[in-house]
């Protein structure tokens, strides 16, 4: 990422792509490295399989010697018949072990042990074969060191295979965040430029509507000075948005009183409601405050009120409540709803997914970017909160977002 890059997106969200790159190194680095243990312990498992299959034909065949002299380098036999009892010389003390000799004997049948004698460990098999007991040891070093060799060799390949993993995993995991830390540069960039160009052009429409208020009627001044506070509404909107945009700091939050806010967009809207012959309700709690920015607020609250006008038949509910710890501000139409399962996509930017009535009809009508919705989310999560969407208990669509209230409300 370069320096310029990293200008613009600021600290936070430079340090959330490298956690980002963090948990996809650790990811990768986690399934290679489990990966590598499941292969490695299927090897092992394989090899230990066999070198007990081979233990065992290996005690199976020096059975077979009628003579303890007889047996192959690293096997001793004891062979105990009516006569008396034989065993190779050079046999590891302890060997043979009369007590599982006289078990066999008296009881027949096959007993394999694994025991230390003389300091060493043997695989011991005992067993009744025509009229005589036969007790084989056979050392298990070479079996032991064989794994032993094998588990060396898969650590030590392990270990730089699994660095080597984790390496690339980093250098892979950097080149996907790229275009993602370029994109949020672009949207800086995009907010920012478009924020300062339109400043100009408010300032100048407010400085000539309040000129042409000065001799207009009194009436007319009432229009205007609406349409004044509509300017100023825009103009700290595209505050909120060139403060959003600037990686140097956040926006000051301060104490909002939500009701006040939702009042204010239900008055902006009130022309726009009337001209559709639509009813908008407003019920619930004023004292709930917030901690926030007032303007970001009201770019939700009234991206929520213009969404749940554009999509409503006859009215539109807006409330406001305080529970427990958090301000809950609710915004129901009557409209089609949400379709099924558009619970995620309905906050990504340029998802229209529900019709407004008069499109569903004529097909025509104001077009919707699918944009509301998702600054909605954004301006939310800024304030640490979070939007739900549902249905309304008469039916239609419900949104609620949910935000943290004051510590000493």
Known sequence: ?????????????????????????????????????????????????????????????????????????GTYLAIQTSTGLVVSDRAPSGFPVTSILQEVAASGGVIEKTLTLGGERFAVRTAADSGRVVQVALSTREKDEA????????????????????????????RAMRPMAEALALQRRFVAD??????TPLTLLSTRVQL??????????????????????????????????????????????????????VRSVAAAAEARD??????????????GTRAALYRLTLALVSNALDHARTRVRVSVAALGKEAVLEVADDGAGF???????????????????QQAQTGEGRRHYGLGLALVDEVAARHGGRVEIGEAPEGGGLITVHLPRMANE
């Open 212 to 265: 042409l208020a000065r001799t207009a009627s009194p009436e007319q001044r009432t229009n205007l000075g609406e349409v004044v506070g509509d300017a100023k509404a825009l103009t700290a909107i595209l505050d909120d948005l060139l403060v959003a945009a600037d990686p140097r700091q956040d926006a000051n939050h301060a104490p909002v009183a939500l009701g006040e806010i939702v009042d204010e967009a």
């Open 147 to 174: 794994l032993t060799r094998l588990l060396f060799a898969l650590l030590f390949a392990g270990v730089p295979g699994i660095g080597l993993a984790a390496l690339t995993a980093w250098w892979m995991s950097g």
């Open 194 to 199: 478009a924020g300062h160009e339109l400043r």
């Open 278 to 291: 639509l009813v908008v309700d407003r019920v619930g709690d004023d004292d709930v405050t917030v901690l």
């Open 339 to 357: 379709p099924p399962g558009s619970a995620e996509r309905v906050f990504e930017r340029f998802a229209s997914l529900r019709a407004a009535p």
């Open 1 to 73: 990422m370069t320096r310029a890059k990293a200008r613009l997106l600021g600290n936070r969200e430079v340090s959330g792509l490298r956690r980002a790159a963090r948990r996809l190194t650790i990811a990768f680095t986690a399934l290679i490295s489990g990966l590598f243990v499941v292969i490695g312990g299927v090897v092992v498992g394989i090899v230990a399989f066999s070198a007990n299959e081979a233990q065992v034909q290996a005690l199976q065949y020096a059975a077979r010697f009628d003579s303890a002299e007889d047996a192959p380098p």
